[in-house]
């Protein structure tokens, strides 16, 4: 039986997630209807990638039993609301990255998750392209040896997406880029809580959020991570990984084609899409779609790459690098 989605939003990300969808099996995924605030706007969305309902409200979409899972990808302020309207509709989500703006509103959204015995997870993509799949395997077999130094980097100007820069839409680095960073170190560091943080930023004046960080987080037994991100300028946009035994580059972090496993290079290519994309190698979202069905066939609540306790991990790295930074939500005073 086939997987049934429901897209909740028709923005940007929606329309790249629908088309990684479709370079899957047709009997294993299928996208059944999509909700967005005017249903003009999802008539036009389902027009576009043949989706035969379209709601003008999300609250339908819940409502809807011909789904098992519902994509969730509004903007970040709108997650919890969102995530809970689905939730308690008992639908499975899977969630846009940062699953909310802050550690409290996370614990919200997994405690509704558990309560109504749904499948959760947050939409940390880059866990499941295949190249993050063979770290993980060199990282478990000791291949690179004792790992002591993980650097990771994001930066890529946003100044001219509003969602990016304004404060009331969720606009900063952080929450929208540094994420990877931060997930690909825990990654690495198999989810575990660093002894301490050192951040430093440059926080945009007009708008208040960040526009750069940099932070230095110490891991147990004298290990390290250093990770920057910048909706300011490109950087490299590599993560490097050093072991006693080895070293791993991983070109385009957030969402890699190739890694490099001491100088050599392996290309790990994500398929054509059918339509064109908003955002770099998108088609790779179906390995985390995958994922989710995957779950479901097993009665999974939660993925084991991407916990629960990884979400709150990364909202409380999150919160703790904000606060050194000087970058507060609404959502953080309520
Ligand atoms: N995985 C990735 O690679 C990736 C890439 C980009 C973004 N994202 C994440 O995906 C989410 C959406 O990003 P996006 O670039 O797709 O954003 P977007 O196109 O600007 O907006 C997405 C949707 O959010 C809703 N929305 C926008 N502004 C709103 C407002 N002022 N009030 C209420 N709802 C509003 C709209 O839903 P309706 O259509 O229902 O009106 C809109 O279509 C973000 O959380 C972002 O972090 C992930």
Redesign the pocket.
């Known amino acids: 039986m086939a997987t049934r989605w429901g897209i909740c939003?028709?923005?940007?990300?929606?329309h790249d997630f629908t088309v990684a969808l479709k370079t899957l099996p047709l009997e294993d995924h299928q996208v059944v209807a999509v909700a967005?605030?005017?249903l003009e706007?999802a008539q036009e969305f389902a027009k576009k990638h043949s989706i035969s309902k379209a709601y003008g409200s999300y609250e339908e979409l819940a409502r809807d039993r011909d789904i098992d899972v519902v994509y969730i990808?509004?903007?970040?302020p709108?997650?919890l609301n969102t995530c809970l309207l689905f939730t308690n509709a008992k639908k499975n989500v899977l969630c846009?990255?940062?699953l909310a703006m802050n550690t409290k509103e996370v614990q919200q959204i997994l405690a509704s998750a558990k309560k109504n015995g749904v499948f959760l997870m947050e939409?940390v993509?880059t866990r499941f392209f295949p190249v993050s799949v063979e770290i993980r395997r060199l990282l478990a077999q000791g291949e690179l040896g004792e790992v002591k130094m993980v650097r990771s980097e994001f930066g890529v100007p946003l100044m001219h997406v509003p969602?990016a820069m304004q404060k009331e839409?969720?606009g900063g680095a952080l929450l929208?880029i540094g994420i990877y960073c931060l997930q690909f170190v825990s990654m690495v560091y198999n989810g575990e809580k660093p002894e301490s943080i050192q951040a430093s930023g440059v926080v945009h004046v007009e708008t208040g959020v960040d526009e750069t960080v940099v932070a230095i987080l110490k891991y147990s037994k004298n290990r390290m991570a250093v990770i920057t991100c910048s909706s300011g300028v490109k950087l490299p946009n590599d993560a490097i990984i050093m072991g006693t035994k080895g070293t791993v580059r991983v070109p385009a972090m957030w969402?890699p084609t190739s890694l490099v496993v001491n100088e050599k290079e392996t290309e790990y290519p994500v398929p054509e899409p059918y339509l064109p994309l908003n955002?770099i190698n998108?088609t790779g979202?179906r390995y985390e779609a995958e994922e989710v069905r995957q779950c479901l066939l097993k009665g999974l609540k939660e993925s084991t790459v991407m916990s629960h306790a990884d979400s709150l991990l990364l909202a409380e790295l999150e919160d703790e690098i904000r606060r050194q930074v000087g970058v507060v939500y609404s959502q953080d005073c309520q």
Request: charged share 30%.
């Open positions: 939003s028709a923005g940007k990300i929606s967005a605030r005017k706007d990808g509004v903007i970040h709108y997650h846009e990255k940062p939409a993509w969602r839409l969720g929208d969402c955002f998108s979202m």
